[in-house]
């Protein structure tokens, strides 16, 4: 059987040779007009474009060293991590991608930089920092297009990780996912704001990677999804560029919420949001009702991110105690 | 403007003449497979047939009689009704369907027998008992599907209260509506449980009338809905005939959640359920996961009725001690 996903990273890598050792980090990424659903899962090409924001020094550090003692081991946060780890699987089988059978067991060491009390994902920042270090470990002089190509089959959102400020996944034609890759958007807003409003820190009941594919097999109501999905995209790209953060609020909320309606509708029913998600967000509209501009967006888990400007991250904050704000757009 | 609803009534009721008191009592139903969405709002026409179980003797008592003080006027649960009230004036201009010009005014009186504390709405037993009284005092020897295509009018699930037992709302395909009315299962099922756990009992949020309509129009998952719903009523309905608990109730849960699915991604979002709902509903699903054989059912409001057997109801009201249960096929 060809294995297609291997296919693209031989195209696009030098042939294999001895690893040197690379450090390479990556920004976590909040979407404000999500990737749900998949035309391909081979390659994760998406059913729809997304569009994100960048979490700025909130991410992924990770080095890729050639292995003194020639056994392929994976360290997270610095802990060493069993070989049955699914995470540790994830990350060697990637790194393999790379290493094509060359003989060349690796040391992979990453450190996250996200607060574990955020209770965010970490697998974009992860594989995006991951690629970046691959190529570098093994001489792939790759254009950031390129690397995003290959951070996707890693994991999709990944692709959305190799820049900061607001970076755009374009769904794309091709069979072979050469056009399904994150490009960044030219537009700065300092003033823009996320705050993640921890809810449940804990693993995840769902990977999303299966609730995906569930949610695409079985939901009646998914059929709707990706069209509505591909122009809510297209109204978050428009909102940015005028600096129309009602409309991307707006925007953004509904179709996080659509995307959590897909997975209610799945048989049987994917439930990612708790009984605390809801009350964060009654007590987000009722705020809003008094006033406050700032929205919400759940990806697959219990917390909630809100946007919203600088002028109200105080009245955020006061609103909700445990919010932790990041400015996309501070210098680093 | 024709009236479309009111040519309905010509046809099916005689001249008019002046009425005589009557009386006349119907029961509550909870949608096993939901009505939601109408193609005709004149009409209240459905997008999609639907499946009930009445409520035995939770319901209304109407009593209609000519106004000895010559002036309309509406009694709800003992209590003389202001003529600004929404449910006096639609059940006047119900009465008016029936009056068509003719100067004749009425005393409605409707008692509720649906505890407050249920917090269950009462249109469907209230429209239907309005229907049958007022048919009564008009003299119209209408049969209950004639009856039932009126009730429709007067508020969309009251045409499937003019039965105990299991009753099929057929969504019909004449666009005057005269296939589109309730009929009653053969099927007697003296196991079949229904329990309502109340989370709130206060007056609903939004009108199930608006909600629908406002899904209709901006949720983008809406247009998958009907298809989906006209297959769960039909999987619903061959569960009943074999009996098969699980079937149904499996059914009947995703029926439910995929209906607030499609509000949930409604611009902006309609959401009746509150975060207390959701926690019944985990409590429910752990139950569930240790062995209890019950489902959940959800309509235009946060309470949960569960659908379970009698051998169950001892745990049921173990694991939900608000929980009131009903035997929808007990003897009055």
Redesign the interface.
């Known amino acids: 059987m060809t294995d297609a996903a291997q296919m693209i990273f031989d195209r696009l890598l030098p042939p294999p040779g001895p690893p040197q050792a690379a450090q390479a980090r990556a920004p976590g990424n909040i979407a404000l007009a999500k990737y749900w659903g998949k035309r391909d899962p081979a390659l994760n090409l998406p059913c729809n474009s997304s569009l994100s924001v960048s979490l700025r020094d909130w991410g992924s550090i990770t080095r890729v060293a050639p292995a003194p003692d020639r056994q392929d081991a994976v360290w997270l946060n610095g802990e060493r991590l069993p070989g049955t780890s699914p995470f540790a699987m994830k990350a060697l089988a990637f790194a393999g991608r790379f290493r094509r059978g060359l003989d060349a067991p690796l040391h992979i060491r990453t450190t996250n930089t996200i607060p574990t009390a955020a209770g965010l994902a970490s697998s974009a920042s992860g594989f995006a920092a991951l690629t970046k270090a691959l190529c570098a470990a093994f001489g792939a002089d790759l254009d950031p297009a390129g690397q995003s190509q290959l951070a996707r089959i890693g994991s999709g959102s990944a692709c959305r990780s190799l820049w900061h400020g607001f970076v755009r996944w374009d769904r794309g034609r091709a069979p072979d996912g050469a056009d399904s890759h994150g490009y960044p958007l030219p537009d700065i807003w300092p003033g823009f704001r996320i705050a993640v409003i921890p809810v449940d820190i804990g693993p995840k009941a769902h990977p999303s990677r299966a609730g995906m594919n569930r949610t695409v097999a079985t939901s ?6 990706p ?2 999905a591909e122009a809510d995209c297209a109204d978050v790209r428009a909102a940015i560029e005028a600096r129309d953060l009602r409309t991307l609020g ?1 925007t953004a ?2 179709n996080a ?2 995307m ?3 997975m ?2 799945a ?3 994917l439930i990612y ?4 998600t ?2 964060v967000l ?1 007590t987000l509209w009722r705020a809003r009702a008094d006033g406050l501009v700032a929205y919400a967006t759940m990806d697959a888990g219990a917390n909630v991110k809100l946007i919203f400007l600088e002028n109200a991250a105080r009245d955020v904050q006061a609103a909700f105690p445990p919010a932790r704000v990041i400015a996309p757009f501070d210098p680093p």
Chains 1, 2 share one sequence.
């Open positions: 009646p109501l998914y059929a709707s999804w069209e509505r707006e909320e509904a919420l659509a959590h309606a897909t209610l509708a048989r049987p029913a949001l708790k009984p605390q809801w009350v009654e």
